[in-house]
């Protein structure tokens, strides 16, 4: 066990009231809905996914575009590394990247809001957004745990999804919202507005540094049609995270995974417009650019 497995332990036998936030890639590890029993057996008292703070995203990116027209270009900015290596690699880029909230930052902002007294730990795919973006807000996320610290943590704890199999296990969610398809390549830019604003060939989708690098190349020298910039560091999105157990599966069984949890919920769940105004209200999106 690690650090980070050892604080997540700790804080779940000494805080009764902690909320883990799941990323939507969780799917091609963990089997919903047996994984929201499983946290709660593990000593959450609530589970969320991102798929509010993925709306917001959503939606403060189109109020950004809207309100800034002549602005050449919008870089994406969800992803920590992508953020990291623009600031560091292409800094004269830095103004392009969109100022405002990750769906990670965006739901633990919500989350603070609308339960003051919770820690909010956050489940993700990759370090990423435990050592480049998590650590900007310490106020906001106490913690941040991988999908392999977390397969690790349920098989010592003797928590298996074959015991949460006789009835569904609802997420403590504000909504339940096509946004998870985020974490595939392409997924912001399919879900948001951005088609509203810009021809289809002004949109750019790639993941992967090698094919980033010539996009952000082609920016600098202003040698490019794309105005909007929908890029991610991992092959494939989100769904290519490095501390994803189940990372040899091929990408197209992934995605396949994380659409078909998608439709299922729409399916089962309606169009998944509960959320609430009051849920957001007064809530700073900007990030920490």
Same mark, same amino acid.
């Given at each position: ?67 800034? +027209? $002549?602005? *050449?270009?919008?870089?994406? @900015? &969800? #992803? ?9 690699? %292409? !800094? =004269? ?22 339960? +003051? $007294?919770? *820690?909010?730990?956050?489940? @993700? &795919? #990759? ?9 900007? %807000? !310490? =106020? ?150």
């Amino acid at each position: 066990m690690n650090e980070y497995q050892n604080k997540l332990l700790e804080m779940l036998s000494a805080e009764p009231k902690v909320i883990a936030m799941l990323a939507p890639s969780f799917v091609i590890d963990f089997p919903h809905p047996q994984t929201v029993g499983m946290l709660k057996k593990l000593g959450f008292e609530k589970v969320t996914e991102l798929t509010f703070g993925a709306r917001m995203t959503n939606y403060w990116y189109k109020e950004y575009i809207e309100q800034n +027209p $002549d602005q *050449k270009y919008f870089i994406a @900015s &969800p #992803c920590p590394i992508i953020v990291d290596f623009v600031e560091k690699q %292409y !800094p =004269e880029l830095k103004e392009y990247l969109i100022p405002y909230a990750s769906p990670m930052l965006a739901m633990s902002k919500i989350c603070k809001k609308n339960y +003051p $007294d919770y *820690k909010i730990v956050f489940i @993700s &795919p #990759c370090q990423a957004k435990r050592v480049l973006e998590a650590v900007k %807000y !310490p =106020e906001l996320i106490n913690l941040v745990i991988t999908f392999k610290e977390l397969g690790e943590i349920l098989e010592n704890q003797g928590i298996k999804a074959e015991d949460f199999t006789e009835s569904e296990y609802p997420f403590d969610s504000f909504i339940t919202e096509r946004t998870k398809i985020y974490p595939i390549s392409g997924g912001l830019a399919q879900t948001s507005h951005v088609q509203n604003f810009f021809k289809p060939e002004e949109i750019c989708v790639a993941d992967e540094i090698k094919n980033i690098q010539p996009v952000l190349e082609d920016i600098k020298n202003s040698a490019t049609p794309y105005r909007f910039i929908d890029i991610l560091n991992c092959p494939g999105g989100c769904v290519g995270g490095p501390d994803i157990k189940n990372r040899d599966l091929p990408l197209a069984e992934k995605d396949k995974l994380v659409i078909d949890y998608r439709n299922k919920s729409i399916k089962d769940y309606g169009d998944g417009r509960e959320g609430k105004k009051e849920f957001v209200l007064d809530i700073d999106f900007h990030s920490k650019l």
